[in-house]
């Protein structure tokens, strides 16, 4: 695909010029593959600097190093991006606590994130957080009858699923998260602009709750 087309299905997925996520997107679009293309470079460069003698051994050392750090790095902060999104996509739908009898008691934003860090624990969370976001985003959007692409929970079984497989399972995860969080920013920026009126940036503090009736 050639980059004017890219952009322009880019424009098509996210068509809102100040939309919530946007900044946020445009990074998380390119870090996690620039950050993955230095961390594989960089320990290419250091494999071939241990089988070198003298000083080269410390100069290809050095310049597989840099890379590689700075990699992990990337993938890190495209790490904190993801959580991000996710959290927004929470928010955004919270007002089916009062609206629905089966959602009343459903994850708070802070909860949905925070769980995901609990050693062992969040083997069963990240299913709480990632299908259950799936499931009630698109019953959120049934609701209000809205024309927005739906967020696929068949995607977030599959990340969830790939996440718990050791090794195998890394890139695999990386992608279907990577696809899935596109898919709940979409659908997060939509219900913001369209059910709430965002209109112009605000403080991510303020909350995005549809007014009393």
């Not at 459903?106 to 957080?129: E, K, Q, R």
Request: proline letters at 8%.
């Amino acid at each position: 695909m050639s980059a004017g087309g890219w952009m322009e299905e880019y424009r098509e997925m996210y068509p809102y010029e100040n939309s919530p996520n946007r900044k946020v997107l445009k990074w998380f679009t390119v870090l996690p593959w620039v950050s993955l293309g230095a961390t594989v470079g960089g320990g290419v460069v250091l494999a071939v600097a241990s089988e070198a003698r003298g000083e080269e051994a410390g100069v290809a050392a050095v310049l597989g190093l840099v890379p590689f750090l700075l990699g992990l790095g990337g993938i890190l902060a495209a790490s904190i991006l993801g959580y991000i999104l996710l959290y927004r996509g929470w928010k955004s739908i919270q007002a089916l606590r009062r609206e629905s009898p089966q959602d009343y008691d459903m994850p708070t934003p802070g909860a949905a994130v925070g769980l995901c860090f609990v050693p062992f624990f969040s083997c069963y969370w990240i299913f709480v957080a990632a299908v259950g976001l799936a499931n009630r985003m698109n019953r959120f959007l049934d609701r209000r009858a809205l024309a927005v692409p739906r967020v696929s929970s068949g995607l977030a079984i599959a990340t969830c699923v790939l996440v718990l497989i050791p090794y195998v399972g890394l890139v695999p995860s990386a992608i279907c998260a990577y696809i899935f969080l596109l898919q709940v920013a979409r659908a997060t920026d939509s219900i913001w602009i369209r059910v709430y009126g965002w209109t112009h940036p605000a403080p991510v503090a303020t909350p995005f709750y549809p007014p009393n009736p």
